[in-house]
């Protein structure tokens, strides 16, 4: 019985690659996607996930946009990182489709109410729509199957030494988010820097036919040539794009090859310094329940062994 998904995300090169995952492997049923303003803005996350979705053969999936912008903090894209168009040197046929009417936070609430105990949600972008859709239904967090996150980190950050880019660009929603009451499933830096797209990598991409050559390798190419200023200096480009955003949805289809971690997980909206940082407490649980299971370790070549097998299915399904 494959499980049951809605992917909130900010499309966004390594989302893209997310959404292919989702409709391409047998042991998730992509249910619906919501976007939100992260990466590029809103107009553009949601016609990159429309675009997205009718490219790999997803198309249907109903695509509902949400909040432009943070709760409190003035959006801060990452166009720099995906490019204008957020999906870095990839240029998909404009999509024929429209975005579902109504707001995500309404889509999500809804859905996962319809559905107790089947849905499991996957946010990949900025964590306001989820926060929104916490408030205005507590119940959400004990109607959802899982709720799984690509975000944070419990060693340095990317966008600044303590913070990384889903958690920095709303920390009010973030914080909000890890005091909803559910257990989160975190895909923080910790596992997802391990995933660079290596060359080898990037030439069993070459084999998948336009997925490869229109969608993938352009993708990554544009993320690849961009270093991340908080890593250690000199900055070099990255020898390899990690696909952050595809652990989320890996988690889903294979947790095996993932080794979570009891924690509490607490985001500091305070600080000048360390705005955005999940502060990571593996101790916590002994005394009081954490609030969340952290990926601290990562089986790579199995991860890329399902990837790449995943992204042939949906090359084999698309008949290009
Ligand atoms: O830090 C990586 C995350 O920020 C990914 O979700 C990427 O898409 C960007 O949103
Ligand atoms: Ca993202």
Redesign the pocket.
Known sequence: MATRIILDC?P????ALAIAFAHGHPGIDLVGITTVA??VGLAKTTANALAVCEYVGAAGTPVTPGCAGPLLRPAQD?RQ??GESGLGGAVLPAPAGSPAPGHAIEYITETVRAAPGEITLVA???LTNIALAVKREPRLADWVREFVI??GSAGRG??TPAA???IWADPEAAAAVFRAGWTVVVLG?DV?LRTGAIPAVLARMRELGPLGTELLLPALDQYKSVSEPSGPPPQAARPAAPV??VCAVAWVAAPELFGLVPARVQVETAGQLTAGMTVTDFEAPGFDAGNARVAMSIDVDGFWELTLGTYQRVAAAMGR
Do not use: F, R
């Not at 966004?12 to 989302?15: K, V």
């Open positions: 900010d966004g090169i390594d989302d992260g990466n990452a990182v995906h990949t972008g900025p690509m975000g990317n966008v990384e880019y889903n830096l997802t952050h955003d």
